[in-house]
């Protein structure tokens, strides 16, 4: 993995995104590492520890279920990994790399103590959560009403 220089995932993006002020989304940006990945390359295993919070900086990463199929793509500017994190529990999906992709790491340490810290951000990760929730309990209910 080669680091890569920043492309998205800026001060401003972090105090935009999580509504914090920019002193504090500096303070977030210092714990960030940035990592680098090639097409297809593993950024995290189903079953791993939630080693962190992902953001995406430049590319893509698709979102792979145990069966191996694709659950979703993400684009820069989204984030992965909070799930397991908030919940305490091991890596629900595999995301790999789709093209060239560098992301922010932050630890979920780090991470748990920021949320501690600003709890704000903890109602946005939930309110994001919880959308995912949503929209797969309705695509769930309309895939039954059609069998």
């Avoid at 791993?48 to 900086?57: S, T």
């Avoid at 999906?93 to 748990?112: C, P, Q």
Wanted: proline share 1%; net charge negative.
């Amino acid at each position: 993995m080669e680091k890569y220089k920043t492309n998205v995932i800026t001060e401003s993006f972090i105090a935009e995104y999580f509504s914090i002020s920019y002193k504090e989304a500096c303070e977030i940006h210092k714990k960030l590492e940035l990592i680098a990945f090639d097409n297809q390359e593993v950024i995290v295993s189903e079953g791993d520890e939630a080693d962190g919070l992902y953001f995406i900086d430049e590319g893509k990463a698709t979102v792979i279920n145990e069966k191996g199929e694709s659950i979703n793509e993400l684009d820069a500017g989204e984030y992965f990994g909070e799930y397991a994190i908030l919940a305490g529990e091991k890596r629900l999906s595999t995301v790999l790399a789709h093209g060239k992709t560098t992301v922010y790491r932050l630890s979920s340490r780090d991470f748990l103590k920021i949320v501690s810290k600003y709890p704000q951000i903890t109602g946005r990760l939930l309110k994001q959560v919880y959308g995912q929730i949503t929209t797969k309990h309705t695509k769930l209910v309309s895939l039954t009403h059609k069998s």
